[in-house]
């Protein structure tokens, strides 16, 4: 056996230790927590490494990520930052320019909704006719922010046999639905598969620089095709990834037959039961405040929610669904409640069910998916780019837009959280995250720093089937997954100033926290550690 002691630093425990400095792990467990003099005494043969006051954590789980995506949005055409129509032409022609043997221009992450001050015309979408004008006959195809719906160029959309006759088709506007769908397929084909090999590496590399040990992907049909799907599973990577296949299924001798031909850890992540209120595809109850001709898409009808959701639990099989608007929340909801008539709680609770995103979930339907142990997936920094007066949200649904990723009510019901960043939709932070849920823009809906900490930590191996009680911790007994982090200030801090926690009480023992106020600079990653072992250092780069 072989021990290793670390020393001189601040150690994010348990309340048994709020004052640790160091932690001693063998053979990449967790054996002992404490403070330096009785590590040393009780390790003396260890080798010793010197953490120079840093602090220590858990690392991160990111429980919903999209890996090809996002290393194609770390070292290709990013657009999540322009603020014009004109300025993402611009971008587009630069790259354009300067990849002149790409297969493909796959760019991401613009926003017209935040580009209502950009001037006449500034504030809508690339058309059709905009990208050919700077691509010319090239194969252009820029996602919008949330994914669900793309421009995309003359030469891409020739490619795709029967796009015009798709829901979702527009000549000139960006594509939706069904078409969205076919031209993203068409599209990811023309990625070499050393190419999508580059990016999915490059996201898992820019995980463990932040301070995250493992991953969600959540792929399907619609999202990134098989190939890409399998090529993950081929991967040589310290990150761990937890792989969702978005396949609707009827019984449950085809949902493992499923698991067996895709080789996915389980069904669902992203299984569209809608779109995202970016696009106008997420489905809603009653129509759209900015487009009231619309109420958004579904893509499945409630009976298949309710067979895909009969057939996993039979066959014992984690599932899960997306689901942002009203509408499929209640959709969901209704066919878990039926499920749970005929199967009883328990037989869901043991798989562990998901939803993703859970953006409009009422506090009646909460109580129903914590007493059926389902997993809320979710991603606060949504609320941190959308929540805001005037911000896309509040466009998109008006007064509706006040509770929307209400995380306090969901935990006060006792669904059990998971953090994540949808990436590339958002970036890969965790820190940031754990900030966005602690300072919600409706304080009523946030947080406190430690249980969105959780939530990122303990609440990603929970939502991967992993609830021992110490995966997710720094405790005697768990899993050394690690990192170091500089950190300015540790506070212990509630959900909001004007309540008053016994947790926030210097009797009560909690650990503290790095800061993650508003304006606070966040805690830079210095390594990571998965088993003991260091996947990412600073100092290497």
């Not at 992450?109 to 700077?134: K, N, Y």
């Not at 580059?198 to 493992?214: E, F, M, S």
């Not at 509408?327 to 008539?341: D, G, K, L, S």
Request: hydrophobic fraction near 40%; aromatic fraction near 6%; charge should be negative.
């Amino acid at each position: 056996m072989t021990t290793q002691l670390l020393v001189g630093g601040i150690v994010y425990s348990s309340p048994a230790t709020p004052d640790a400095t160091a932690l001693a792990i063998t053979d990449g467990i967790v054996v002992w927590v404490g403070t330096d003099d009785v590590g040393r005494a009780l390790h003396p043969d260890a080798e010793v490494v010197d953490l120079q006051g840093r602090f220590v954590s858990p690392a991160f789980v990111d429980s919903h990520v999209h890996l090809t995506d996002t290393g194609l949005a770390l070292g290709g055409l990013d657009l999540s930052w322009v603020s014009s129509r004109s300025e993402c032409l611009r971008e587009l022609s630069a790259f354009v320019a300067s990849h002149p043997d790409e297969d493909v221009i796959w760019g991401m992450g613009w926003d017209s909704s935040a580009w209502v001050d950009a001037g006449p015309g500034e504030d809508q979408p690339p058309s059709t006719a905009d990208l050919d004008a700077v691509a010319g006959d090239r194969a252009v195809y820029l996602a919008r922010i949330d994914e669900h719906s793309a421009a995309a160029s003359s030469a891409l959309r020739r490619r795709v046999d029967g796009l015009a006759g798709q829901a979702g088709y527009d000549e000139q506007a960006p594509l939706i639905a069904e078409a969205h769908h076919r031209v993203r397929r068409t599209a990811r084909a023309l990625i070499s598969p050393q190419g999508r090999r580059r990016a999915q590496l490059r996201a898992l590399d820019h995980a463990a620089a932040h301070g995250i040990v493992a991953v969600h992907e959540n792929g399907g049909p619609d999202i990134s095709g098989l190939a890409d799907f399998a090529s993950i599973a081929e991967l040589d990577h310290p990150v761990q990834v937890r792989r969702y296949w978005g396949q609707c299924v009827s019984t449950a001798d085809e949902a493992r037959d499923v698991l067996v031909q895709t080789g996915a850890d389980a069904i669902g992540g992203d299984l569209f039961v809608d779109g995202a209120l970016g696009s106008h595809t997420a489905l809603l109850s009653a129509p759209y405040t900015d487009d009231p001709h619309t109420c958004g898409v579904s893509y499945l009808t409630p009976e298949q929610i309710r067979t895909h959701l009969r057939a996993t639990t039979e066959a014992g099989i984690q599932a899960g669904f997306h689901v942002i608007g009203d509408e499929a929340a209640r959709q969901v909801a209704a066919a878990m409640a039926e499920i749970a008539e005929e199967l009883g709680t328990p037989a869901l609770a043991r798989c562990v069910h998901r939803l993703e995103h859970a953006e409009m979930v009422t506090a009646q339907q909460a109580e129903l998916f914590a007493r059926c142990g389902v997993v809320a997936s979710m991603q606060p920094l949504f609320d941190a780019a959308w929540g805001g007066p005037g911000q896309l949200y509040e466009q998109r649904l008006g007064e509706r837009s006040g509770h929307l990723n209400d995380f306090a009510a969901l935990a006060k019901a006792g669904v059990t959280l998971a953090f994540s960043s949808d990436a590339p939709v958002c970036p890969i932070d965790p820190w940031a995250t754990v900030r966005a849920a602690a300072h919600h823009h409706n304080p009523t809906s946030a947080i406190s720093p430690r249980a969105a900490f959780a939530a990122a930590t303990r609440g990603g191996w929970r939502a991967g089937g992993i609830n021992d009680g110490l995966t997710g911790t720094l405790v005697p007994g768990a899993p050394a997954h690690y990192a170091v982090w500089e950190i300015d200030e540790l506070v212990v801090a509630a959900s909001h100033a004007g309540v008053q926690r016994w947790s926030t009480d210097p009797r009560s023992r909690v650990p503290a926290l790095p800061d993650v106020a508003p304006g606070a600079r966040l805690p830079q990653c210095v390594s990571t550690a998965v088993a003991g072992r260091v996947i990412y250092s600073r100092d290497d780069r």
